[in-house]
Structure formats: C-alpha cells, structure tokens
Nanobody, 127 residues
Framework: QVQLVESGGGLVQAGGSLRLSCTAS????????IDWFRQAPGKEREEVAC????????YYADSVKGRFTISKDMSHNTVYLQMNNLKPDDTAVYYC????????????????????WGEGTQVTVSS
C-alpha cells in the first residue's frame, strides 16, 4: 500500500524556519517526481517545489525561490522542504505528492497529475 506521510509543520514567527518531511512507504521514490503543494484557506492549491527522485533536479515556484530548498534522501525514501525566511503568506496546509515518473523532467506539474498524496501538515506563520 502506497502511503505518504508529511511532518514538520507548526507555528512560527515571520522570518523563522521550518523543515517539512515527506516519507513514503510501499514503494520507492527513486524514479518519481516528489512535489510539495500548499493550500491556504479560500485559495487554490499551488505547487511550491518539486524534485526528481532520479537525478535530483529541482523546481521552485517564484514565490519561494531563494527561501525554500527541496532535497531528497533516497536511503530513507524521504524528501525534505527546508523553509527559511517564512512570511505570513506562506501559511497553508502543505501536501506532498508523487506518482509522476521523473523522466522526462517537465515542471511545473499540475496537481491532477499525481495519484498519491499525503494528508498534509499545517504551517502557520504569524506576523
């Protein structure tokens, strides 16, 4: 059974940092895209960053470039999202998703491309 579990969310002040984790079980992330999306109340879900489990290629949304870093640890079947200099606008539920084959690498990816999703982790940034 394929399962994705996110962790690491919480409440932080503006300018602070959090690191989110997405751990997969039931299959290997090695050949797939692993993507982080977020959804704020009343807003559509948006892609934040993704990484190729195959070669480590990365993609970032403009809104998080220079502040967020996505990385992978295939020995633990886990992807991380390091979030620095957080802003109130980053407040959202963050989801990881996978199921798109990593080659050819073709970000950005639509959320309806993904078959597997975690349940999400809340990130709240106070001003």
């Amino acid at each position: 059974q394929v399962q994705l579990v996110e962790s690491g969310g919480g409440l932080v002040q503006a300018g602070g940092s959090l690191r989110l984790s997405c751990t997969a079980s039931g299959f290997s992330l090695e050949h797939f895209v692993i993507d982080w999306f977020r959804q704020a109340p009343g807003k559509e879900r948006e892609e934040v960053a993704c990484v190729s489990g195959s070669d480590g290629s990365t993609y970032y949304a403009d809104s998080v470039k220079g502040r967020f870093t996505i990385s992978k640890d295939m020995s633990h079947n886990t992807v991380y999202l390091q979030m620095n200099n957080l802003k109130p606008d980053d407040t959202a539920v963050y989801y990881c998703a996978t199921g798109v084959v990593a080659k050819p690498w073709a970000p950005p990816y639509r959320d309806d491309s993904y078959a597997y999703w975690g349940e999400g982790t809340q990130v709240t940034v106070s001003s």
